[in-house]
C-alpha cells in the first residue's frame, strides 16, 4: 500500500498569504495524485488532478507541482473560503489511498 | 447540475447491516466508475470500494472486503452499498462520488452517516 505523508499537519495564516502545502508518498506515484479541499461539514471538492491540472472551477490561484514521490499544493493568495482542510490522493496503484490531511487555518 | 444524494444511513448495532443507496443524475451514470469513501468523525478519508461502469468488476478496501457488497442499477442511476457484520470501526460518513479519468473523484454526494453502536 502506497502510504501519503501530508505537511504540515497545521497550516497558520493569514488572508493574502501564500501557501504551501506538501504531500510525499512512500513510494513513486508518477503524476497520479490529486488534491481535495473539505471545508467544515462539507464533502470534499476536487481541486488539482494529475498533479498539476486544475479541475473546472478551481480558482487560478490553486497550483499544484510535482511527480514521482514529492508533490505540493500551492495557494497564492489565501481569500477567507480557503481556510479548510487539504487531502493528497494516489491512483497510481491499488489501494486507492488519502493522506492524513493539512489543516489551513487563520492566524 | 450533476447530483449524487446518498441515503440508507443511521443507527445499527454491532454485527448489523444497513444498505446504502446514492440517486445521482446530471450526467451518463452507465458510463463512469464509482467509488464509496468513508470518513471516521474527526478522521481523514478513507477509500471503501470501487465498481466499474458496467458493474463487471468491483474493488474493495482490505477493511471491509467479505463484509461489504457494491452495486449498481444503470436502470435507475442508482449506486448501492450493502454492509453487513458492521462494526464499531464502520462508524463514518459515507460518501458516494463519481470517478474521472484514472482514479480521481470529480463530484461527490452530501454523504449520510452511519454509526454503529449497541
Known amino acids: 500500500e502506497i502510504v501519503l505523508t501530508q505537511s504540515p499537519a497545521t497550516l497558520s495564516l493569514s488572508p493574502g498569504e501564500r501557501a504551501t502545502l506538501s504531500c510525499r508518498a512512500s513510494q513513486s506515484v508518477s503524476s497520479s495524485l490529486g488534491w481535495y479541499q473539505q471545508r467544515p461539514g462539507r464533502a470534499p471538492t476536487l481541486l488539482i488532478f494529475d498533479a498539476s491540472k486544475r479541475a473546472t472551477g478551481t480558482p487560478a490561484r490553486f497550483s499544484g507541482s510535482g511527480s514521482g514521490t514529492d508533490f505540493t499544493l500551492t495557494i497564492s493568495s489565501l481569500e477567507s473560503e480557503d481556510f479548510a482542510v487539504y487531502y493528497c490522493?494516489?491512483?497510481?496503484?491499488?489501494?486507492?489511498?488519502f493522506g492524513g490531511g493539512t489543516k489551513v487555518e487563520i492566524k | 447540475d450533476v447530483q449524487l444524494l446518498e441515503s440508507g444511513g443511521g443507527l445499527a448495532q454491532p454485527g448489523g447491516s444497513l444498505r446504502l443507496a446514492c440517486a445521482v443524475s446530471g450526467f451518463t451514470f452507465s458510463s463512469n466508475a464509482m467509488r464509496w469513501v468513508r470518513q471516521a468523525p474527526g478522521k481523514g478519508l478513507e477509500w471503501v470500494s470501487t465498481?466499474?461502469?458496467?458493474?463487471?468488476?468491483?474493488y474493495y478496501a482490505d477493511s471491509v472486503r467479505g463484509r461489504f457488497t457494491i452495486s449498481r442499477d444503470n436502470s435507475k442511476n442508482t449506486l448501492y452499498l450493502q454492509m453487513d457484520s458492521l462494526r464499531a470501526e464502520d462508524t463514518a460518513i459515507y460518501y458516494c462520488?463519481?470517478?474521472?479519468?484514472?482514479?480521481?473523484?470529480?463530484?461527490w454526494g452530501q454523504g449520510t452517516l452511519v454509526t454503529v453502536s449497541s
Open positions: 490522493q494516489q491512483g497510481s496503484n491499488w489501494p486507492l489511498t
Open positions: 465498481i466499474s461502469d458496467s458493474g463487471t468488476n468491483t
Open positions: 462520488a463519481k470517478v474521472a479519468g484514472a482514479y480521481y473523484l470529480d463530484y
